[in-house]
T-cell receptor
Framework: GESVGLHLPTLSVQEGDNSIINCAYS??????FIWYKQESGKGPQFIID?????DKRQGQRVTVLLNKTVKHLSLQIAATQPGDSAVYFC????????????FGQGTILTVHP | DGGITQSPKYLFRKEGQNVTLSCEQN?????MYWYRQDPGQGLRLIYY???????QKGDIAEGYSVSREKKESFPLTVTSAQKNPTAFYLC?????????????FGQGTRLTVV
């Protein structure tokens, strides 16, 4: 259902720590997943994606893990920096090659120097 | 430069008025999306379009309308039927021609009802 009235969960870490942001998705037919970063007042920016035939994908300082059994995604950020402070969203594209892109709730990451 | 452009950045509307938000992309993307974001909350899908002259309702389409007459353009009209239109509106586009790909976002339009 809609998330009206809910506020985003938060994660606070120290600079240099590793961060793990979690996301549960709802559609077992989803076959493509994306992590986005959104800074205040701006549109979301693509970080990394993963297809359902994979369970792990690595980028620069980021790793996405996919567990299809429990419909769970995670984003790991290594050596977190103050510039990583933002809201992080997972998104899923369901079932077919052409479909609607649906966003998860999001997590506010705050990195303390 | 290639990209997706939303205008205006800020928009004020009187109660009872319709208002149209612009979204243009020169990325040759097939799919386009409109999302609404309320303060401290996630993105909710209003409408999406996979191809010219076709669009589908998202999760919160009531009080909104769209058109997709050109591949590059996907304007959103917020009608007077939308009870609480004050929000941040985000437009996105993606290729999706040979399978799913990431969506690219514009910088958003902040709509305020006065």
């Amino acid at each position: 259902g809609e998330s009206v009235g809910l506020h985003l969960p938060t994660l606070s870490v120290q600079e240099g720590d590793n961060s793990i942001i979690n996301c549960a998705y709802s559609n077992s037919a989803s076959d493509y997943f994306i992590w986005y970063k959104q800074e205040s007042g701006k549109g979301p920016q693509f970080i990394i994606d993963i297809r359902s035939n994979m369970d792990k994908r690595q980028g620069q300082r980021v790793t996405v893990l996919l567990n299809k059994t429990v419909k769970h995604l995670s984003l790991q950020i290594a050596a977190t920096q103050p510039g990583d402070s933002a809201v992080y969203f997972c998104a899923e594209l369901g079932g077919t090659s052409y479909g609607k892109l649906t966003f998860g709730q999001g997590t506010i990451l705050t990195v303390h120097p | 430069d290639g990209g997706i452009t939303q205008s205006p950045k800020y928009l004020f509307r009187k109660e009872g008025q319709n208002v149209t938000l612009s979204c243009e992309q020169n990325l040759n993307h097939d799919a386009m999306y409109w999302y609404r974001q309320d303060p401290g909350q996630g993105l909710r899908l209003i409408y999406y379009s996979q191809i010219v002259n076709d669009f589908q309702k998202g999760d919160i389409a009531e009080g909104y309308s769209v058109s997709r007459e050109k591949k590059e353009s996907f304007p959103l009209t917020v009608t007077s039927a939308q009870k609480n239109p004050t929000a941040f509106y985000l437009c996105a586009s993606s290729i999706q021609r040979q399978g799913p790909t990431e969506a690219f976002f514009g910088q958003g339009t902040r709509l305020t009802v006065v």
